[in-house]
């Protein structure tokens, strides 16, 4: 049976047909050369045997460029939807790594008709012994009771609902991962993923246990506690009187349901810490950084708090378990080195603020990043920064699924590319940043077998004037056998990249850039950009309205080595600081197809390349590749 996550889920499933969309320029271009969007598409003879573990989210768009711009709308609107539903995005991730959550109904009875809620707290605290297998003794069971007794109504029910959805979510994991046999078992496969997420090195053991993890179990795991925390936040008042912190320690890690004073909590092995207020500083929880401590979870219900850690696995990081943050007010700064702040590492990594201005600080695998898992980032409101120098802000790797979800504000995502940690193989000038909705696979020698796939990172920001900026691989981009995708809704954008950006793909990937409006500028300072696919590839930028500019060192719209790019401006009075419109492009495969699309549909006064003879306003251009076979290799365009 399905779970049962929220109400509002026939929007998530529904079967809209997306080539249903309003009509398209393409066919009238691809006309002038015979081809229709059902016959110019990548080679179907083409290697798809590269990555293992490929999802069918890529499949699809890979076998047809024309469904990736209306699938990435569909997607951002449904993050959009109820960005704050944690059980929404654990079932939005879960369909994108064709995981379906099967199992009995997730989430509990709720606080109606439920016991008083000390004695429930009691109860729930109890029953985390019995799991854990270290049931308490009388004596024990009585202390409990007592101390349950002094904590607030409202804040012991709320931590009676998450410690409820313990036990069923210890048991989904234990399911995930039942063929590594063992805790010691378990641990060392836990440091085989982690260290998988950099390193290139993967033994064929590890593989095959990789390919016996059961993900639709660890997400359902997820879902029991995403849904926990839905439902104790709903009924939380936004302040709660809380004169005295209550602890306990179980076999599973330490509850605090702290005071409403400002406070510090140092770093320690949390199962729950509900904060009631203040400005507190903390030193690490919400993360799961071993596996005997598989589950850690969150709630600060207001104050301008600092989360900050030297270490690695904290505030909602998942490492083959479950790590939720949820914080309901405050301007707030979340500073981790890797792994956190939303990150899924053979896990469910979850973060959730809902108002302030906040900051977001890492280096790595963090702030949505995935690999065998979920990394979840969603901020509702507020003028955000969010900082990294690699592999975040929404990467999607190896059976991964990284959602940043930004509602609203205006925003900065960086992806440093001043201080060089990590060259790029493309420029040692620049970092790798893989960030800004990335996937990323790991690409092997193609005949050792140990290629694996990548899998989907899409960052999506709902409005606001934002500011995008990154090195090599970013804002929208893929590698190998993935999905990465950026979607900004609304207001006036920058986007400044080096390489491989702004709906930029390589090697057998998808990836797209989507504008929904505004007065944007996209700047990329090298190459391979900007609606661009390369090797196997597909790259689409779109833009919807607004007087936009766009400078670029190559042609807008460029397909290369059999890829397909793709760039549409929709409306507004345009500038192309840019060689051409309509990439010329380069097969390097004899009779394997490539192209590259350029259209500019609105009205308005806009300003064409003087250095490109063919590309005109109110007219469609063709250019085939200079001493290359016109048959196989074009560039189209047209302004409308």
């Known amino acids: 049976m399905r779970c049962a996550i929220a109400t509002g889920l026939a929007v998530m499933l529904c079967g809209a047909d997306l080539c249903a969309q309003e009509p398209e320029p393409w066919d009238a271009l691809l006309a002038q050369i015979g081809l229709t969007r059902q016959t110019a598409q990548l080679a179907a003879d083409r290697w798809r045997e590269g990555g293992r573990g490929r999802l069918g989210s890529f499949e699809r768009l890979w076998d047809d460029w024309s469904l990736i711009e209306p699938t990435e709308r569909q997607w951002a609107a449904q993050v959009l939807t109820d960005p704050g539903n944690l059980g929404n995005a654990i079932l939005w991730a879960a369909e994108r790594l064709d995981a379906p959550l ?5 989430g509990g009875a709720g606080p109606r008709g439920a016991p008083a809620s ?8 109890a029953s985390v012994h019995l799991t854990a297998g270290q049931p308490l003794d009388g004596p024990a069971q009585t202390a409990l009771v007592a101390e349950s007794q002094r904590v607030p109504e409202p804040l012991a029910l709320a931590a009676a609902v998450l410690l409820e959805a313990c036990p069923a979510a210890l048991a989904c994991r234990n399911k995930a991962f039942a063929a590594c046999g063992s805790p010691e078992g378990l641990a060392a496969f836990g440091g085989e993923v982690r260290r998988l997420a950099t390193d290139w090195d993967v033994s064929a053991e590890t593989l095959a246990l990789l390919e016996q993890v059961d993900m639709g179990q660890l997400l359902l795991g997820a879902a029991h506690l995403a849904r926990a925390m839905d439902e104790a936040r709903s009924f939380l008042p936004a302040a709660v009187h809380c004169p005295r912190t209550f602890r306990w320690e179980t076999p599973l890690g330490r509850i605090v349901i702290g005071s409403s004073r400002d406070g510090h909590h140092p770093a320690a092995d949390y199962l729950l810490l509900l904060d009631a207020g203040g400005n507190d500083i903390y030193r690490g929880a919400g993360g799961t950084p071993d596996p005997a401590h598989p589950i850690s979870m969150v709630l600060d219900l207001g104050g301008d708090d600092h989360y900050e850690s030297d270490g690695e696995g904290t505030f909602g990081a998942g490492l083959m378990g479950y790590g939720l943050l949820v914080d309901a007010a405050g301007n707030d700064t979340y500073r981790v080195q890797r792994l956190g702040l939303g990150a899924g590492i053979g896990g469910v990594g979850l973060l959730l603020d ?6 977001y600080i890492a280096d790595s695998l963090s702030e949505a990043a ?8 969603a901020d509702l409101a507020g003028r955000d920064q969010y900082q990294c120098y690699t592999m975040s802000q929404a990467l999607g790797g190896m059976r991964g699924c990284g959602l940043l979800v930004d509602a609203a504000g205006d925003d900065r995502y960086e992806a440093n590319d001043t201080d060089i940690r990590y ?7 620049h970092n790798v940043s893989l960030a800004q909705g990335a996937g990323f696979g790991r690409r092997a020698h193609p005949g ?13 920001d709902g409005g606001g004037n934002d500011e995008y900026v990154c090195g090599v691989f970013g804002e929208g981009t893929a590698y190998w056998y993935s999905v990465g995708m950026l979607a900004d809704m609304a207001g006036d954008d920058r986007y400044r990249g080096a390489w491989y950006v702004q709906g930029s793909s390589a090697h057998y990937a998808v990836a797209a850039l989507l504008e929904g409006g505004g007065n944007d500028q996209y700047e990329a300072t090298i190459t391979s950009s900007q609606g661009f696919g390369h090797d196997y590839g597909t790259g689409v930028l779109a833009d919807d309205a607004g007087d936009d500019l766009y400078r670029y060192s190559a042609a807008l719209g460029r397909g290369n080595a059999s890829g397909i790019g793709v760039v549409c401006d929709r409306a507004g009075s345009d500038r192309y600081e840019v060689p051409a419109l309509a990439g010329s492009t380069t097969p390097e495969r004899p009779g394997v197809f490539c192209l590259g699309l350029f259209a500019d549909l609105g009205p308005g006064d806009d300003v064409f390349p003087p250095d490109d003879p063919l590309a005109k306003p109110h007219s469609m251009w063709v250019r085939p590749e200079p001493g290359g076979d016109r048959t196989n290799s074009w560039g189209l365009g047209m302004d409308q």
């Open 448 to 460: 050792d077998g140990r290629s694996l796939a990548g899998g989907v990172g899409l960052l999506t």
């Open 118 to 125: 000390p004695r429930r707290l009691a109860e729930a605290i």
């Open 423 to 429: 060259p790029s193989p493309q420029t040692a000038e």
């Open 370 to 377: 995935a690999v065998y898992g979920v990394g979840f980032l």
């Open 102 to 106: 099967t199992g009995p109904p997730v």
């Open 354 to 359: 809902l108002a302030g201005d906040d900051t």
